[in-house]
């Protein structure tokens, strides 16, 4: 099981960037592709972007589409998340999470069901 701390979150203005990590511990990381979601009140936790066990393979949401840039450096068991352009709609608590053993063939993970490895979440908050 991998343990995940996500860090990064803050308020930024609209137009703006922030560089969200998520540091995990655990020598099978690598083995994983990796994901983050956002939630915001009231609304469902939804899929941002995954990032194959390699880094070789990336899928976005099509809101972030273009915007979001999800990356992994496995030497340092850290996954980041660049968001750029920030818009009022970005603004939820950001988790990291780590696809689930049973689903480790599944591509794209995009639902949450697919992982089994969650963060405490970091806030992120847009203003306009």
């Known amino acids: 099981q991998v343990q995940l701390v996500e860090s990064g979150g803050g308020l930024v203005q609209a137009g703006g960037s922030l560089r969200l990590s998520c540091a995990a511990s655990?020598?099978?990381?690598?083995?994983?592709?990796m994901g983050w979601f956002r939630q915001a009140p009231g609304n469902e936790r939804e899929f941002v972007a995954a990032?194959?066990?390699?880094?070789?393979?990336?899928y976005y949401a099509d809101g972030v589409k273009g915007r979001f840039t999800i990356s992994r450096d496995n030497a340092k068991n850290t996954v980041y998340l660049v968001m750029n352009t920030l818009k009022p709609e970005d603004t939820a608590v950001y988790y990291c999470?780590?696809?689930?053993?049973?689903?480790?063939?599944?591509?794209?993970?995009?639902?949450?069901?697919?992982?089994?490895?969650w963060g405490q979440g970091t806030q992120v908050t847009v203003s306009s």
């Open positions: 655990g020598r099978t990381f690598t083995n994983y592709a």
């Open positions: 999470a780590g696809q689930h053993m049973v689903a480790l063939s599944r591509w794209p993970p995009r639902t949450s069901d697919e992982y089994g490895s």
């Open positions: 990032i194959s066990s390699s880094g070789d393979s990336t």
